[in-house]
Structures are given as structure tokens and as C-alpha cells.
């Protein structure tokens, strides 16, 4: 483990322990649940039939990958034109019966080649495309399938968001609004998306240069899950990048006979001295991620086990055993801890966030780094019907983790008061406030309102501390 990422483990595990400690001496332990640690090499891979997974094809010389939420569905690349029949196949028998989202990388036909077949066997909800003029009849023949199919096209930009599922946090890094020149592989999209706490990184072919872009952006690039840029090759992946990633597992998309030698030694011998693990489709086939959000499994279709087991069912949340006992250890923080501690769970509706009783937890991190960094009060269609068409997005722009326990948000009436359960917002991450109900992580929090809160026509969000004062306010609309 590197140096940065034992200090991040370590603020974690801090603020972690002493989150525990002051829920436990206040008494509000029924709410508060542990996630099962694993004691193998990299601590978030556990066995585990997560509703989020993550398909990285084998395509050959060439990039495909699914990723599966619910009944969401989002296909980045399809591989090369002879490759369109086989990623249609491995859709079917994942009984995938339409894409919500096509996310065409760049528009070489290793990437883009089998994505007309795609169109052509699915409907698909809306297309993002780096948005790079590229005179080939092939790039040419997918933008003609889009437009008489009348799909949704949009121009990737980095900071911009997909919103396809309120769990799902989907952010684009690259490329800038200021393209890199015309070079197709340096303006590769490169996206993040997150569950929970895991994180995953599609870079496409991005190289170099757009890394170090990615690196000075400010925009949060941690990973658990890396699929590696330009299949391995020596002029993507860099040291400078690959620290600020900290990867646990690499997924090289490649051939076994390419003619450009990739995976080149020196991305290997750069991934192994980061600690990352690597699979690759010439070697493993097809691999599988799944998440809880919590953690992670990897399976792959070379290795034992079925990974084509059809569209994941969404699980309910796994409440904990009741009476369990768990081992505490004692916190220099003045407090006497006992040595066990035996919880009792309630358990919860799955359509219900869980919320602590209205207790102040003192402060941690410094709260002037929060930021209301996004709104949306008016939710697109009826607001009755769409609630979490509104929503708030709070951002820690700062370096440590803040606590957000007994904070609360409201609108400038000050009408209604949504107060934050015990969560930490961790450096350089964002979590979304939602007006109606849903299932709570540490990127999603729900009010469970039943009527919308927000003004249409404009209105102040208003962000304070525990203790009253005010943090962040922002504006949208008319608000005289």
C-alpha cells in the first residue's frame, strides 16, 4: 500500500471509530449498522450478489463494457464490426431488453464497430458521444443509426452528470470543454461511476496527456475498480495518474495476437508496484464486478463459476442479525467504551431512509469546505410524481472528511427541515439530497417527502451546522 493510501485508510478508520463512539455513548445504536470486513489482500473484496454489475467483454483487440443497476442499463463500446454479433449475443443472455444509455468512448472502430448491430437489436434511451469530427464511413454509419432512430444524442464535457438512477452517481472527467486538439484518444470519455462507496473508472483511450488534465481538474479520481486506457499501452496509465487512482483491480481489454504488443511491460510492471491485481479478456475472457456498494467481487468467465447468470434482481437491504456482539476497542476521546456491545436492528422498508434520532455529534472536519454544489428544484414533468426530480448536491471541496450529523437543509421559507443522519462526507465526494424516498448510501439521501419542497419558479437552499450556523446557501430562479 502506498503512502497516501495508508493516510487515507487511516482517516477513514478514525473518523470511522469515532463516529461509533459517540452513536453508541448516545444511544442510537438500533439504526446504525457495520459492514462485514474481509481479511483478504485489498479489504472491500468480499463475496457478494450486489444489484450493481459491471461486464468488461472480450471483444478481442477492442473495448465493451455493460454496466447492470436494477433495470438500468449502460453499454460503453461494442469492439470492432465483427464483434457487433457477439456483444448482441451477450446482451441476450443477460436478458437485456433495452440500454439506457450508450456511451461511445471515442469513434475508432475498435470502440464503435459493433455498436450499430447494438442499435439495431435494442432500443436504446440516449447516446453521449465525445463529440469529435471524424470523417470515416463507419462513424458516419452509427450517427446516421441515431438520428433516424431518433435517439437522444449528447456532447460529453467534463463535471457534466448522468442521471439515470439516484443511487448511481455518474461523472464525466473527461474530456474538457477545451478539447485536446483532434486527437481522438487524448478526448476519450472518461467516466466514474459509483455505488456507494466503490468507485469505477472507464478511460477509454484516453493518454497521457489527459490524465494530467484529470490529475490538476480537482475532480475526484480514486477508483477500486480501474479499466486500464488504450488496452495496457505504454502512453496511457502513468505513475503520476495511477497514484491518485489507487486501484485494487485492472481490467486490460485486449487480444492475445494484437500487433502492438499490448499490454506493454512497463503499464504491467506500473500497475503491480501500485498493488492493483490485473485480469485481461485474452487471457480470463469476459470479467464480472459486483458491488453492494459496500464491497466488491470479481469473477471471471475462464474461472470457476457461471458469470452469465442473467440481469441481476435488485436485493433487498441486508439488515444485520439481531443480538449480535461486536468487539469495541477503547477510544482515547475521554469516553469509556464497553468491550461489547450488543445491538438490536429494526428493520427497515426498503423505500425508507433510516435516520438517527435528532442528536449533534461534534463536529468533524472543517464544515466551511461543504459546498451546495448543485439544484435542481424543478423536476422535470409533474413535481407530485417526480420528487426526486428535485434535488440538492452538497460537495467537500476540502481534504478530510466532514460530519454532517444534526446539519440541516431548507428552503428559504424555511417551511419544511431536513435533518442529516450520522454521515461523513470524505474528501473531494458528493452526496444528493432527494425530495421523495429511496434507498440511502453515501451518495444518496432521501427526505421522504410526500409533496414537493422546492420552488419552481426559484428558490435558496440553505445549508447549516449543527449547531445553527450557516455553511452554504444557493440560489436558483427568480426568488423575489
Known amino acids: 500500500m502506498t503512502h497516501s493510501g495508508f493516510n487515507r485508510l487511516a482517516i477513514s478508520a478514525s473518523v470511522f471509530f469515532l463516529i461509533a463512539a459517540c452513536v453508541f455513548c448516545a444511544g442510537c445504536t438500533r439504526d446504525f449498522s457495520f459492514p462485514a470486513l474481509s481479511n483478504t489482500t485489498h479489504s472491500r473484496y468480499a463475496e457478494n450478489d450486489g444489484t450493481l454489475s459491471v461486464y468488461f467483454f472480450d471483444v478481442g483487440q477492442g473495448d465493451s463494457s455493460l454496466v447492470i443497476f436494477g433495470n438500468t442499463t449502460i453499454l460503453i463500446d461494442a469492439g470492432e464490426v465483427d464483434m457487433g454479433d457477439r456483444v448482441v449475443a451477450d446482451l441476450r443472455r443477460l436478458n437485456i431488453t433495452k440500454i439506457d444509455c450508450v456511451v ?9 464497430g459493433g455498436l450499430v448491430k447494438v442499435l439495431d437489436n435494442f432500443p436504446v434511451g440516449q447516446v453521449l458521444d465525445s463529440g469529435i469530427p471524424h470523417p470515416s464511413p463507419l462513424y458516419e454509419h452509427f450517427l446516421q443509426s441515431v438520428d433516424q432512430k431518433r435517439i437522444p444524442y449528447r456532447v460529453a464535457v467534463q463535471g457534466q452528470t448522468i442521471d439515470l438512477d439516484p443511487a448511481l452517481r455518474i461523472l464525466v472527467l473527461s474530456p474538457p470543454e477545451k478539447r485536446f486538439g483532434d486527437d481522438l484518444n487524448t478526448n476519450s470519455i472518461v467516466l466514474r461511476i459509483s455505488y456507494g462507496t466503490i468507485d469505477i473508472l472507464f478511460t477509454g483511450d484516453a ?27 505504454m502512453y496511457s496509465t502513468s505513475k503520476t495518474f495511477l497514484n491518485r487512482v489507487h486501484p485494487d483491480i485492472a481490467i486490460i481489454s485486449v487480444s492475445s495476437d494484437n500487433p502492438y504488443g499490448h499490454p506493454h511491460r512497463q503499464t504491467l510492471e506500473t500497475l503491480t508496484a501500485e498493488g492493483a491485481d490485473i485480469y485481461r479478456t485474452d487471457r480470463d475472457g469476459t470479467v464480472r464486478v459486483q458491488s453492494d456498494g459496500v464491497s466488491y467481487s470479481v469473477e471471471t468467465e ?19 442479525p439481531r443480538n449480535i456482539t461486536i468487539p469495541m476497542p477503547t477510544i482515547a476521546l475521554n469516553l469509556t467504551v464497553p468491550d461489547t456491545v450488543n445491538l438490536t436492528f429494526l428493520e427497515i422498508p426498503e423505500n425508507v431512509s433510516p435516520s ?40 467537500n471541496r476540502g481534504d478530510f472528511p466532514v ?21 461523513v462526507a470524505m474528501p473531494g465526494t458528493s452526496v444528493t439530497i432527494y425530495t421523495g424516498s429511496g434507498m440511502m448510501n453515501d451518495s444518496a439521501l432521501f427526505m421522504g417527502q410526500t409533496n414537493p419542497v ?12 449543527g449547531n445553527g450556523n450557516l455553511i452554504a446557501q444557493k440560489s436558483e430562479g427568480a426568488t423575489a
Not at 461511445?104 to 475498435?110: E, G, I, L, N, R
Not at 493518454?207 to 494530467?212: F, I, Q, V, W, Y
Not at 422546492?454 to 451546522?465: E, F
Open 104 to 112: 461511445v468512448s471515442h469513434p475508432h472502430s475498435d470502440h464503435i
Open 302 to 320: 475462464h474461472g470457476q463459476g457461471n458469470i452469465w447468470t442473467g440481469m441481476p434482481v435488485p436485493q433487498k437491504t441486508l439488515i444485520a
Open 356 to 395: 438517527l434520532p435528532p442528536i449533534v455529534l461534534p463536529q468533524i472536519g472543517n464544515a466551511s469546505f461543504m459546498q451546495i454544489s448543485a439544484t435542481q428544484f424543478d423536476a422535470p414533468g409533474d413535481d407530485r410524481t417526480n420528487l426526486n426530480g428535485e434535488w440538492v448536491r452538497l460537495t
Open 454 to 465: 422546492w420552488g419552481n419558479s426559484g428558490d435558496i437552499a440553505l445549508l447549516k451546522d
Open 403 to 423: 460530519l454532517l450529523s444534526g446539519w440541516t437543509l431548507t428552503d428559504r421559507t424555511s417551511s419544511f427541515s431536513y435533518r442529516f443522519p450520522a454521515v
Open 207 to 233: 493518454g497521457s496527456e489527459a490524465e494530467d488534465a484529470m490529475v490538476t481538474s480537482g475532480y475526484p479520481l480514486d477508483a477500486e475498480i480501474l479499466k486500464v486506457g488504450h488496452h495496457g499501452s
